[in-house]
């Protein structure tokens, strides 16, 4: 997958081979405590291609069952390798008919698409195959992002066949074409968007569940509006799922945290797991042993289950693990409990605006993605975007626990 997501990266490949191995298993408990770890089953490319990733992985599972570590098998969610599905339709589409592009050589897939739907629900039973405990699908989310310029924002999730009959079907309305969060059709339809992803969740959490397996999907936690951004929503998934993976930008390394979901966390009937990154991935080098001390400091002091990263950092330009056996259990240190800002936006010109992103917004992104230059300028970005540290000026105090 990072072979295929950038451009010509070095990767060093014994490096990240070993991650399954009983040395670096042992090691990772030894120092972290490790009780749960996702690994990778189906990164969405074709079977054909996956031959030997399932065969890697099944060889493997009796180092984490050893361990009593369990297992939950990675199955990529909405969006496939298009070039090795181009035969099949799952695809979502925009405004124009245009495919939706989900980072270089990906496509979205559409949850109200009764082929693609079939085609995950495969997924999660071959999965489910395995002696692993659970299935987690990845990227959960239904169709394109919205760019939110309130009370304008521009076209998000899907404009396919299926979904535009589905929505006429429950609403006796044409899908919008133009969104505006005053007006009732636009939440119509993020209610409608929201109602078929989840209803997807719960058949996918049945499969895994009949066959006595734990089910999850990530979660993005950006402090947005999860029904309009994603199509999810935190109590329905709560309900369908063994816990709740979230993950964000609030490493506090990178000068935020995550109290703002203490009280999500508290209540919250399932396990919460929290993935913090401080950049981007493949952005930044392994995490030292006070990142590690931070991450588990906030964890004991939110009560969540602290989810490390082990892969996907680069030194030099080279991918490579984490090396547990260059880290020490962590300790507790102290970290700001400053809560991050809003990130609404607002701008003269928004209605303008939307119309030019749904217009020209899917062309645009396929540039991004598959164009060098593009894609080192608008990472450059979206880095200072995502990485920016909560102003120090607000609420001093910690947040109540
Ligand atoms: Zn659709």
Known sequence: MINLKFFNPKIDEEDLMKSYDAPVLKKAKEILGITDA???YSWGFSKQTEQEDYRFLEEKLENFQTLDIKTHAYVQGTNLVFDEHKE????????????????RGRALCCPNNPAFRNYLAQKVESACQLAVDG???????????????????SFFGCHCSFCQKKFREKTGKKLPVAFDLRLHETQAYVLFRTQSLMQLAGELSAIAKAHGKQFGS?????????KLFYGTDSNQLQAIQDYVLLENYNHPAAGKNNHQLGQDIRQSPVPVFIVSYKQAIGKHTAFSQHDINLIHSESMALGYAPCYKASEFTTRGTWHNLDFFTLQPPSSVEYSTTLNTNTDISLPGAGFITYLINRFGTLFLERMYERPTYRKLFGWIIDRLTTRPAKQKHHPQPAPL
């Not at 099949?88 to 980072?103: F, V």
């Not at 990530?218 to 999860?226: H, Q």
């Open 88 to 103: 099949q339709d799952y695809w979502c589409r925009d405004l124009q008919g245009r495919l939706i592009p989900y980072h």
């Open 38 to 40: 996702w690994v990778t």
């Open 218 to 226: 990530n979660s993005f936690d950006t402090g947005l509006d999860t």
């Open 135 to 153: 299935v987690y699908v990845d990227n959960f989310h239904f169709g394109q992002f919205p760019v939110p310029l309130k009370p304008f924002v």
